[in-house]
C-alpha cells in the first residue's frame, strides 16, 4: 500500500525563506514603530502576508492604527523587499533530501502537489528548477483562509483528484499540522517543536521516501 499523493508546505520543507519574510517584515514593523525578533517570527510560519501584518500591528499595540489602504501599502512594500531578496535563490537553496525525495515519488507514480500560501511560489519553485516535479499546486489567492484552516490542503488535493485521506502532508509550521490533521491527511511534521504530527522528524535530511512508505503501513 502506498499513498497516492504527498503534498508538500514549501517555506520551511522545500526551501527556507523565512529568514527572508523575518528581515522584510522587520524593516516594515521598524518604520512604523514596531519591533519584532525571531521568536514572534515563528509565529507567522505558514501565515498569510495580510494576516502576518494583522498579527504585527497586534504585537505593536497598533491593531487600530492602520487603515484598509495602508495595510495593503505596507504589505506591498512588505512583498518587495521579499521579491528583492529572492534574487540569490537558485537550486543549491533546495534543503537537503528534498530533491532525492522528489525523484522517488516521481519513481513510484505517487502525485506531487503543493500547498503553500505564498503566493510568490511558483516564482519560487521556477528559481530552484524543481517546478516540473509537481503535478499540481493549490493557487494561494484561491483559499480565503489561511493555514490552520484545511482550505489550502483540501484544494491541493482536489487538483490532484485525490482523497486527502489517501494523502500525505508535510510542514514545518504548527498552523499546517493542524491543517493538514484538520482534512484526514497524514501529517509528517519538520522540526522539533510540533504537535500532533503524525510522525515528526528533526529535518528534511530525514524525509526520505522508504521513511514516509514505513510511516504509512504502519499508521494504516
Ligand atoms: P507571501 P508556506 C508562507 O509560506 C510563509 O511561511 C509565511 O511566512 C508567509 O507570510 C506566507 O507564505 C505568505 O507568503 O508573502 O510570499 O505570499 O509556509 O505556506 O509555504
Ligand atoms: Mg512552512
Known amino acids: 500500500m502506498k499513498p497516492q499523493a504527498v503534498v508538500f508546505d514549501l517555506d520551511g520543507v522545500i526551501t527556507d525563506t523565512a529568514h527572508l519574510h523575518f528581515q522584510a517584515w522587520q524593516r516594515i514593523a521598524a518604520d512604523i514603530g514596531v519591533e519584532i525578533d525571531e521568536v514572534f517570527n515563528d509565529s507567522l510560519k505558514g501565515i498569510s502576508r495580510q494576516e502576518s501584518l494583522r498579527r504585527i500591528l497586534r504585537h505593536g499595540g497598533k491593531a487600530e492604527a492602520f487603515g484598509e489602504q495602508e495595510c495593503e501599502a505596507l504589505a506591498a512594500r512588505k512583498n518587495a523587499l521579499y521579491v528583492h531578496s529572492l534574487r540569490d535563490l537558485n537550486v543549491e537553496s533546495i534543503l537537503p533530501g528534498i530533491r532525492q525525495l522528489l525523484c522517488d515519488l ?14 510568490n511560489a ?5 528559481a530552484l ?6 503535478d499540481y499546486c493549490a493557487d494561494a489567492e484561491q483559499v480565503a483562509r489561511s493555514k490552520p484552516d484545511p482550505a489550502i490542503f483540501i484544494a491541493a488535493c482536489r487538483g490532484l483528484g485525490v482523497q486527502p485521506e489517501a ?9 499546517g499540522i493542524e491543517a493538514i490533521n484538520a482534512c484526514g491527511m497524514r501529517s509528517v511534521g519538520i522540526g522539533s517543536s510540533l504537535t500532533g504530527a503524525g510522525l515528526l522528524l528533526p529535518t528534511t535530511e530525514f524525509l526520505t521516501w522508504p521513511c514516509l512508505s514505513a510511516f504509512w503501513q504502519h499508521d494504516k
Open 106 to 119: 516521481r519513481a513510484q507514480q505517487i502525485g506531487i502537489g503543493l500547498a503553500s500560501v505564498s503566493l
Open 122 to 126: 511558483p516564482t519560487i519553485l521556477q
Open 129 to 134: 528548477e524543481i517546478a516540473d516535479f509537481f
Open 167 to 175: 494523502c500525505i502532508g508535510i510542514e514545518d509550521a504548527q498552523a
